[in-house]
């Protein structure tokens, strides 16, 4: 049955997405500008004031904030287990210090 009615494919549908193209950062970047303009906006009328109050801060995530958030982390743990490890041989130490002195 083939022979006489051989199959013929349907066309593929266009349905393009652009590559390269990201709401979330669209997004993002929307946000970042009112952020700022915000912010902008805000230092403008603290300048004007001048009776001594702060505006009210506006914090932003920037690339690269959590991996130095990590990092701050992590430096700051390897410093405690440094002070940690000199104060155990320190007081090590002490103690053999004594049960020398002690056995002589």
């Known amino acids: 049955m083939s022979v006489l009615f051989p199959k ?4 593929r549908e266009w349905d393009y997405r652009p590559i390269y193209y990201d709401e979330e ?10 952020l700022q303009a915000l912010r902008e906006q805000k230092e403008q009328t603290a300048g004007e004031r001048n009776d001594g ?3 009210e801060h506006v914090t932003t ?4 904030s959590f991996r130095e958030a990590h990092e701050a982390q992590t430096k700051l743990r ?7 490890k000199l104060t155990f041989w320190i007081v ?7 049960v020398f002195y002690w056995l002589l």
Do not use: Y
């Not at 013929?8 to 066309?11: E, H, Q, R, T």
């Open 25 to 34: 950062k669209e997004a993002r970047k929307q946000k970042l500008a009112r």
């Open 92 to 98: 090590l130490l002490a103690l053999l210090i004594i």
């Open 78 to 84: 390897i410093d405690t287990e440094h002070k940690s």
């Open 61 to 64: 995530l920037h690339r690269g």
């Open 53 to 55: 109050e702060r505006a």
């Open 8 to 11: 013929v494919n349907k066309p």
